[in-house]
């Protein structure tokens, strides 16, 4: 079966400096890996998607993520934090078996927070 | 472009009330839609999926239900509220078929049961 762990439940930085929230996948296929933010009481909003083409994936504001699978990782990186990236951030892999109707299974969420 | 509502924003309901939350999507046919639920500090959570017109799945037994309609209308509802339904709720929608696997969600429903 899919999951996905997010090494961190909290992660903080200072304005300026790179951003790294770490997630590991299961799979025994080549998944379909995305990342959502979440700002508080609002809905989720993807942020990149893998689907097995390019192995660095670019995603809106400055977020990038890239595929190891002899790691079995998904990190998502920023190189430059901004107040605004302040939010939960959620790894998600899609159930392969769900058929028509992508499952998706999400991490537990890492809550990034960004000190002036 | 496609968008997906949801309401009310937020919600505080009593104990054994009924409940409905409604979401419909614009700009697309034949979605899949999903509710999803988020309790205080944890994850996602699938409540229900619909393919199709008339067609529910449940992922988890609970006190709730959900309907669809109309092909882009999605309802979620009770018939009488326990306060563990509190919580942070969202409709999603993804294309039914093709090579993109996403959802998009809506902006969310805050119910609390008091």
């Known amino acids: 079966a899919q999951s996905v762990t997010q090494l961190d439940s909290h992660v903080s930085v200072s304005e300026g400096t790179p951003v790294l929230l770490r997630c590991n996948y299961s799979?025994?296929?080549?998944?379909?890996l995305f990342w959502y933010v979440q700002h508080p009481n609002k809905g989720l909003q993807l942020l990149l998607k893998?689907?097995?083409?390019?192995?660095l994936v670019k995603g809106i504001n400055g977020f990038e993520a890239e595929f190891k699978k002899s790691e079995t990782s998904f990190h998502l990186t920023k190189p430059s934090a901004h107040m605004s990236d302040a939010a939960e951030y959620f790894c998600?892999?899609?159930?392969?078996?769900?058929?028509?109707?992508?499952?998706?299974?999400f991490g537990a969420g890492t809550r990034l927070a960004v000190h002036p | 472009s496609q968008t997906i509502h949801q309401w009310p924003a937020t919600l505080v309901q009593p104990v054994g009330s009924p409940l409905s939350l409604e979401c419909t999507v614009e700009?697309?046919?034949?979605?899949?839609l999903y509710w999803y639920r988020q309790a205080a500090g944890r994850g996602l959570q699938l409540l229900f999926y619909?393919?199709?017109?008339?067609?529910i799945s449940s992922e988890v037994p609970q006190n709730l239900s959900a309907s669809r309609p109309q092909d882009r209308q999605f309802i979620l509802s009770s018939k009488k509220l326990l306060l563990s339904d509190s919580g942070f709720y969202l409709c999603?929608?993804?294309?039914?078929?093709?090579?993109?696997?996403?959802?998009?969600f809506g902006q969310g429903t805050r119910l609390t049961v008091v």
């Open positions: 999603a929608w993804s294309v039914h078929k093709g090579l993109n696997p996403e959802a998009f």
């Open positions: 799979s025994s296929y080549s998944p379909s």
């Open positions: 893998y689907t097995s083409a390019a192995t």
């Open positions: 998600v892999v899609r159930d392969l078996f769900s058929g028509g109707y992508n499952k998706l299974i």
């Open positions: 700009g697309t046919s034949n979605p899949n």
């Open positions: 619909s393919v199709g017109i008339g067609q």
